[in-house]
Every structure is written in C-alpha cells, then in structure tokens.
C-alpha cells in the first residue's frame, strides 16, 4: 500500500490545519490507520488512529484539539488539528496497519509510511 500526505504547512498559535492521507494498493493494509509525528532528535510519537469500525485514539497531548476521520470510498484519512500550539511542531506521518489499531499506539507494529508533511506552529 501507498501513502501521501499532504496539507501540511505553517500557522500561528490557536490556529488549524487540516492533513490528509491518501492511500492505495491493496486495502487488506489499510484496517488501522494513523498520524505519527517526529522532531529532530527524538522518537517518533503517536498522535492518533482510526480503526476500520472507525473508533479512534488520542495522544493526551492532543485530545479535545485534533479528530482523526476516514473516507473509506476516497480512500483518505483526514487529520484536523485545532487550537495548534508551537509544540504541534514536528513532521507528521500517516501510517497503516493490516490488522486492529494497536494500543498503546506504537511504530513498530505498522506496516506502511508516508513520506510526511511538515507542520510548523509559531
């Protein structure tokens, strides 16, 4: 399966952004999907996922702030993120999963990456 981010970009703080993740190939990879970000000299962290009966998880650090959604027919994953802060800052990876979402959500169990998109907040 492959997987392109894009919407990606600058805002202030308090502002949004919306990213989106398309994907194709074959879809049997697609069950799980989710948002990772990553900053220069640290782990890559995870931000959110979706599941195919579409129940989703949160980082604490963006509950209440971000919501994860699916198009299953346009085969897109949708990251809207409100309220940004500087600390939003990072390179953001969409990623998937062939079986159920993981919890905790953790890198080594997905199967497909982006390339990201970078986000940057000040």
């Known amino acids: 399966v492959q997987l392109v981010e894009s919407g990606g970009g600058s805002a202030q703080a308090g502002g949004s952004l919306r990213l989106s993740c398309s994907y194709s190939?074959?879809?049997?990879?697609?069950?799980?999907m989710a948002w990772f970000r990553q900053t220069p000299g640290k782990e890559r962290e995870g931000v959110a996922t979706?599941?195919?009966?579409?129940?989703?998880t949160y980082a604490d650090s963006v509950k209440g702030r971000f919501t994860i959604s699916r198009d299953n027919p346009k085969n897109t994953v949708h990251l809207q993120m409100n309220s940004l802060k500087s600390e939003d800052t990072a390179m953001y990876y969409c990623?998937?999963?062939?079986?159920?979402?993981?919890?905790?959500?953790?890198?080594?169990?997905?199967?497909?990456w982006g390339q990201g998109t970078q986000v940057t907040v000040s």
């Open positions: 990623a998937a999963r062939s079986g159920p979402c993981p919890s905790p959500q953790r890198e080594a169990d997905f199967d497909a």
């Open positions: 190939g074959d879809i049997y990879y697609t069950a799980c």
């Open positions: 979706i599941d195919s009966d579409f129940s989703t």
